[in-house]
């Protein structure tokens, strides 16, 4: 089993940046890979970026260097960096650990850009 607990959402201008975090506990010695999504109202979730075990990243499209994924495995955390927020980010973030035999989700952190 793993666990994950996000933070770091809340509110912010456009333009303005967050940083979110991911923290893993549990069986974290069985994640190969970790991400981060998001859903926003009435959509789909959708991949944001992803990390592997060994630094490996990739992004969506629409991240378009704004965003930068990171991990500190001492620390059993991973980060979202997220710069340049404009109205269209505004969503539930989810922390997302994946393992050979299971996906676990944590609950999530929203993100709100707004004037």
């Known amino acids: 089993q793993v666990q994950l607990v996000e933070s770091g959402g809340g509110l912010v201008q456009p333009g303005g940046s967050l940083r979110l975090s991911c923290a893993a506990s549990?069986?974290?010695?069985?994640?190969?890979?970790m991400a981060w999504y998001r859903q926003a109202p009435g959509k789909q979730r959708e991949l944001v970026a992803d990390?592997?075990?060994?630094?490996?990243?990739n992004y969506a499209d629409f991240v378009n260097g704004r965003f930068t994924i990171s991990r500190d495995n001492p620390k059993n955390t991973v980060y979202l960096q997220m710069n340049s927020l404009n109205f269209e980010d505004t969503a539930v973030y989810y922390c997302?650990?994946?393992?050979?035999?299971?996906?676990?989700w944590g609950k999530g952190t929203l993100v709100t850009v707004t004037s």
């Open positions: 990390i592997t075990r060994g630094g490996t990243t």
């Open positions: 549990g069986s974290i010695f069985t994640i190969y890979n």
């Open positions: 997302c650990a994946a393992t050979v035999k299971e996906t676990y």
